[in-house]
């Protein structure tokens, strides 16, 4: 470890290492899921860090808006720690950030094709005015422009726009967004990847068991998902999902692909994952078993990461793994929090989101 | 000059149905600061109409829609005019919008469309180039029985996903030609696995580019059918363009003058939603000139004898949140320009910007003395300031500041005998600071006394002028600091020998008692100005913090102090970096030849352009760290008449998380 390295990320570990004494502790996720309504919510959430941006009059905070508000949080984690974090680990960062420009572009398409209005799309999107490509001003042209072709047309000078307009002739034979979508998601992952590779010792060594390791957690959900929900064929699953990763291999995707027990391959890569066999109650909306297995292998792999992340904080800090860890584990904490504030807003009984929310590895 | 104009409170009760007419005027008369219903401190509840809520979005949506159609027919949005245009009302302005989008949406559908047909023409002759040489009819290809063959664009960084993905059905994949991120293929399988291999095809992106059927015959007939398409193709995208650009002739002042109607508007109900809104009237509150209070209350009488304007005296609460209109002579504005760059003045403070007219040019001057380069300098201030060059009209208030610091080097120069970095030319009026190094240093300490002092004297008086006894007496930036620091000088100057007419006895008494009152300001300011209790902690960490108090203000005072030594540093610099231009000079060529005088004309050019570049940034940081720190908070409002021409783009500024 070099002095440069340590003089490099001493203000931003200290200023992280702050930031992650702030993430919600199991007592307060123990309240938040206990709130008896969502103005009781409302009134918990105030006494977090989350509060300063729920300053608003209480009519003004309806669930949508409130979470809209949430988001801000990890806005300005993710605007400060990339200003103070050095090269090459700021432009990992950046990317790590676009993923939400991405989930917006999707947001946008979405609202082009349901008419929708800048009033009604903008509380969906994630507040993001840094470091970006594509601005609020780009998506109101979106928008405005009425059809998708014409608005992909207008987001040119974005990195999006190969990759859309390519895909582009698909939806307008399929007239289905599920193309342009998963052109996006494979993309920005190869975007993900390469910049990760562009890291050395430590930092790309972090870099790859953080995010490669998510990036692993999202192409076996993926291929699982278009097994169970969309019924593709073994060639569609391959090649809607990707063929790197850091201990995923092309093996276990074709291996589900084709309809291998997803248990058992899952606990090849991942031999000590727990909680596998848990039961949750099985929630609404699934209606296999295979469905119902989908959801507890998800809370297990993403515990798996939040242990990962939680790891990340002992030993050695001088790396961008800190950095990561602490934003990974915020994106899932406002996550679960979006699901809260949803179920409360739905009245969904308090033991069924319990059995949603995985307080136990926070 | 010194000091804000001074402003007066003024709340105005307005009839609804002369809401519009009033907002007009006073956005008109260039005199009123508006405070929005959230800002304002008068504790009432705020009630915000929702009409002009619904205006402000609905005019927000037009502005957006009539952007759109500009940026179609390519216009720009020209400059704002100068008067407000006449409100127009959301529905007669989406009435209007939805005619023009009418108007401009077929021919640029049209246009789009053709573009499009001519970009798929050119990919099928794309596709086709590779096989040109191929003596078979295409039309065999199109109906292969027991072959799937299809053609073509795939991203590159699939190809070898669609490979895997087809491990265990025969096919092959064969690529045309690479183009950027996309490469033409063609893929070859059994016609009895034709479905999976479509899907396969599909999900890697692959975008079939079918022939159509009326290319037929060889592919070289194929690719000359092709060609004539795209001759046709790009006739009607001409006729498309031309079209169009009539229709931009026809409409550019049209839409112009629509957008500015529209974000007058919209600017119009933004400021009335921040009204109070009682039962029948507005209550509208802001900041106005005092010597211009008559003025407003001459062009409201003017509208309406129905509206009925009160003055409000300031309150506690307005403290801070007052307005400070700066009111300097117009050829000040650059350094107004440089004042406001650090911060704001606030409203009871002393504006810094004549200070800053005085010192920035004497500065600059002492560290640039050279009458040629200073001269160069004022000839370029001048031009700027004169607006003779078009696109440096925006920086004409900074040619003020450029001529004031050349006619300073110029002074300096003369001082110093330089011209053009010759030193031979005319003798030095005073000295050459390359001769007399330890005079320029000391006389740059000296310089820089004199304006820590000027620094400490106005916050002393800014102090005063908000009755900040405490502070005024006590702070290290007070009386007490000032008498501390010309003690400690005067003991110095006595330790080098220097004749000082006062005592060293008397000064270190002085100087004494003055350090004792730095050292617990706190305590003195505290109880001065009435605040309880003294102090804030307890004795012995007061004690300890009170001592480190006095060490800093010790430090800090020697090393602002020092700081300005860099005054005389780069004095001897530019002479020394005009020797060096000099010597260069001599190397290249004897004295008087053509090499001799290029490369003197050129480093005087470098010398003006990169040692002027790092003096003026010297400068300013001097004015702004050392001299600045003294006395200037930067936290003020600026006083903003209410307008209802908004800057291009402002409408859809970026929010914040409050918002």
Redesign the interface.
């Given at each position: 470890m070099g002095r440069s390295t340590v003089t490099a990320y001493a203000q931003v570990n200290a200023t992280t290492r702050a930031l992650y004494a702030t993430l919600l502790t199991p007592e307060v996720w123990h309240a938040l899921i206990q709130s008896p309504s969502f103005d009781a919510l409302l009134g918990q959430l105030d006494k977090t860090a989350y509060g300063a941006y729920l300053k608003l009059e209480r009519q003004i905070l309806t669930p949508r808006r409130t979470v809209y508000q949430l988001r801000w949080h990890l806005t300005q984690a993710y605007e400060k720690l990339i200003r103070l974090t050095p090269e090459p680990g700021r432009q990992l960062l950046i990317q790590l950030w676009r993923l939400y420009e991405v989930d917006n572009l999707k947001a946008t398409l979405r609202g082009i094709e349901t008419g929708a209005s800048w009033d009604e799309v903008r509380r969906l999107l994630s507040p993001m005015f840094r470091y970006v490509t594509l601005t609020n001003d780009d998506i109101q042209r979106m928008l405005a422009s009425g059809t998708i072709i014409r608005a992909i047309e207008r987001i040119r000078h974005t990195p999006y726009y190969e990759t859309l307009i390519h895909a582009v002739e698909r939806y307008e034979a399929e007239k289905n967004l599920f193309p342009l979508e998963v052109a996006l998601d494979l993309d920005y992952r190869r975007w993900l990847w390469q910049s990760i590779a562009g890291l050395k010792g430590m930092d790309h060594e972090q870099a790859l068991r953080l995010v490669g390791t998510s990036i692993d957690v999202d192409n076996l959900l993926w291929a699982i998902r278009y097994r169970i929900y969309h019924h593709l064929s073994v060639q569609e699953i391959i090649n809607y999902t990707l063929p790197f990763g850091y201990q995923v291999r092309d093996a276990d995707i074709r291996a589900i692909a084709e309809g291998a027990d997803i248990t058992t391959v899952v606990k090849r890569i991942y031999p000590q994952l727990e909680g596998l066999e848990e039961t949750a109650v099985p929630l609404k909306g699934e209606t296999s078993p295979q469905q119902h297995q989908l959801a507890t292998l998800e809370r297990a792999l993403y515990r798996h990461i939040g242990k990962l992340c939680r790891g990340t904080f002992l030993g050695d800090p001088f790396h961008i793994g800190i950095q990561l860890a602490y934003l990974m584990l915020l994106e899932y904490e406002l996550r679960d929090l979006i699901a809260v504030v949803e179920a409360k807003a739905s009245q969904l009984p308090v033991e069924r989101l319990a059995s949603i929310i995985d307080i136990e590895w926070r | 000059m010194f000091r804000p104009q001074a402003m007066e409170k003024v709340e105005l009760i307005i009839p609804e149905r002369e809401v519009v007419r009033t907002t007009e005027a006073l956005a008109a008369s260039g005199i009123f600061h508006h405070i929005p219903t959230t800002q304002t401190t008068t504790g009432m509840p705020a009630r915000v109409s929702d009409e002009w809520q619904t205006w402000t979005?609905d005019l927000m949506?037009v502005e957006?829609?009539i952007l759109?159609v500009m940026?179609e027919l390519k216009i720009n949005e020209g400059t704002p005019p100068l008067t407000p245009p006449h409100i127009i009302e959301p529905r007669v302005a989406e009435r209007d919008i939805e005619r023009l989008e009418h108007e401009a949406e077929t021919p640029i559908r049209e246009l789009?469309a053709a573009r499009r047909r001519l970009l798929q023409l050119q990919k099928y002759v794309a596709q086709l180039t590779p096989i040109a040489n191929l003596e078979i009819d295409l039309g065999t290809l199109r109906h292969l029985r027991y072959t799937f063959v299809m053609l073509g664009?795939i991203?590159v960084?699939?190809i070898?996903?669609?490979e895997?993905?087809?491990?265990?059905?025969p096919f092959a994949l064969i690529t045309l030609r690479h183009e950027?991120?996309?490469a033409t293929v063609v893929l070859f399988g059994l016609q009895q696995d034709a479905v999976?291999l479509i899907?396969?095809a599909?999900?890697?992106?692959l975008?079939p580019l079918p022939l159509p059927e009326d290319y037929r015959g060889t592919p070289a007939q194929a690719i000359a059918a092709l060609q004539a398409g795209i001759e046709r193709t790009r006739q009607h995208i001409s006729e498309y363009e031309t079209e169009i650009a009539h229709l931009q002739e026809m409409r550019i002042r049209h839409l112009r003058h629509l957008l500015w109607r529209v974000r007058a508007s919209h600017a119009l109900a933004n400021t009335i939603t921040g009204y109070d809104h009682l039962q029948h009237t507005y209550l509208v509150t802001g900041w106005v000139p005092k010597a211009s209070h008559a003025r407003l209350e001459q062009i409201i009488a003017q509208v309406s004898d129905k509206v009925v304007i009160e003055t409000l005296e300031p309150r506690q609460e307005d403290s801070g949140h007052i307005p400070a209109s700066l009111k300097n002579p117009s050829f000040l504005s650059g350094f107004q320009g440089l004042v406001t760059t650090y911060g704001q003045p606030n409203y009871d403070e002393l504006d810094p910007t004549p200070l800053m007219a005085l010192t920035f040019p004497l500065v600059f001057g002492l560290m640039f003395g050279d009458v040629g380069h200073g001269l160069l300098l004022l000839l370029v201030g001048l031009l700027l300031a004169g607006r003779r060059i078009k696109a440096l009209q925006s920086a004409a208030g900074f040619g003020v500041v450029v001529a004031l610091c050349g006619a300073s080097a110029m002074v300096f120069g003369t001082l110093y005998g330089s011209i053009f970095g010759f030193e031979d030319v005319f003798r030095a009026v005073w000295f050459r600071p390359l001769e007399e190094i330890t005079e320029i240093l000391l006389f740059a300490i000296i310089v820089g006394v004199l304006l820590i002092s000027a620094g400490i004297i106005y916050n002393i008086t800014n102090a005063a002028l908000n009755r900040h006894w405490g502070r005024m007496i006590f702070n290290r930036n007070g009386l007490a600091g000032l008498i501390f620091y010309w003690s400690l000088l005067g003991l110095g100057a006595r330790a080098f020998g220097a004749a000082v007419p006062i005592p060293g006895a008397v000064l270190a008494i002085v100087g004494s008692l003055s350090g004792i009152g730095l050292t617990f300001a706190e305590f003195f300011e505290h109880l001065v100005e009435g605040h309880r209790p003294l102090i804030e902690d307890d004795v012995g960490t007061y004690l300890a913090l009170a001592f480190f108090e006095l060490f800093e203000t010790l430090i800090s005072l020697f090393s602002n102090t020092l700081s300005y030594v860099r005054m005389g540093a780069f004095a001897v610099a530019h002479g020394a970096l005009s020797l060096v231009v000099f010597i260069i000079a001599e190397v290249i060529g004897a004295r008087g030849s053509i090499g001799y005088w290029i490369v003197v004309i050129l480093g005087n050019l470098f010398v003006i352009g990169f040692e002027g570049m790092i003096v003026g940034i010297q400068t300013l940081r001097l004015e702004y760290y050392e001299l600045f720190s003294k006395f200037f908070s930067g936290g003020g409002i600026p006083f903003r008449p209410l307008s209802l021409i908004p800057k291009a783009g402002k409408l859809?500024a970026?929010?914040n998380?409050?918002s």
């Open positions: - | 979005a949506a957006r829609r759109l940026e789009e664009s991203p960084a699939n070898e996903r669609l895997s993905s087809l491990e265990h059905i950027g991120h996309l999976a899907r396969a599909r999900s890697a992106y975008n859809n970026p929010e998380a409050g």
